[in-house]
């Protein structure tokens, strides 16, 4: 390929070190909110959490209020990725299985519930908030419509209704991984085992290995 190989510019090392100092203080502002709530959520507070100095933090966000906007379109592009991963799954119940394992390590490395990171946010965010969590969801309804059409889900399923159930119960679940005692990993197994023998159709139970 054209240009393979050849040393990066001046340029586009600062963007990249930009786009990692980015990402740290997002990281870092979810795991404040999911460990301490948002009364930890300060700017002194993240700046340390993030390791960058207050006046670095200030370059990117002028105030906690763009903090937790800047957390939700994190949340966004995070939603975007799990769905083309899920759409690159064999069948319903894989994608299924994926989703449940993307919760569990979400809420294993801090990540805030959406409930929390809602009630963080201020009136003229939580608009913004909704239509995220609404895509998220969405993801979940696309999923169930998947499976019923494959034949491997229930024929009597609610998409809309039940594919929004399914993703609460889901991150509801994951929540035990916060606790250090708690396996994530036999978590989601037990979970996604869970969560499909709700919704998989007597041929989908027959079919599974």
């Known amino acids: 390929m054209e240009g393979e190989g050849r040393p990066a510019t001046a340029a586009e090392e600062l963007s990249e070190r930009r786009a990692r100092t980015l990402g740290g203080i997002l990281m870092a502002a979810m795991h404040i909110v999911g460990q301490e709530g948002t009364a930890g959520l300060s700017m002194s507070a993240l700046a340390a959490r993030?390791?960058?100095?207050?006046?670095?933090?200030?370059?990117?966000?002028?105030?906690?209020?763009?903090?937790?906007?800047?957390?939700?379109?994190?949340?966004?592009?995070?939603?975007a990725g799990l769905a083309a991963q899920l759409?690159?799954?064999?069948?319903?119940?894989?994608?299924?299985?994926?989703?449940?394992?993307?919760?569990?390590?979400?809420?294993?490395?801090?990540?805030?519930?959406l409930s929390a990171l809602t009630a963080a946010l201020p009136a003229e965010l939580r608009t913004t908030m909704q239509a995220h969590e609404d895509r998220a969801e969405g993801i979940v309804v696309d999923l169930l419509?998947?499976?019923m059409a494959e034949g491997v889900f229930r024929a009597d399923l609610d998409p809309d209704l039940d594919g929004r159930i399914l993703h609460r119960a889901a991150f509801a679940g994951a929540e035990l991984a916060r606790h250090e005692d708690v396996d994530p990993e036999r978590?989601?197994?037990?979970?996604?085992?869970?969560?499909?023998?709700?919704?998989?159709?007597?041929?989908?139970r027959r079919t599974r290995r």
Do not use: C, I, K
């Open 187 to 204: 978590l989601g197994e037990r979970l996604s085992t869970d969560l499909l023998r709700v919704v998989e159709s007597g041929a989908g």
């Open 50 to 79: 993030a390791g960058v100095s207050r006046q670095t933090l200030y370059n990117y966000y002028p105030d906690v209020d763009a903090v937790l906007s800047g957390m939700v379109e994190l949340g966004d592009a995070g939603t």
């Open 87 to 113: 759409a690159d799954e064999p069948d319903a119940r894989a994608a299924l299985t994926l989703f449940v394992a993307s919760a569990v390590e979400s809420v294993r490395s801090g990540h805030p519930s």
């Open 145 to 147: 419509r998947r499976g």
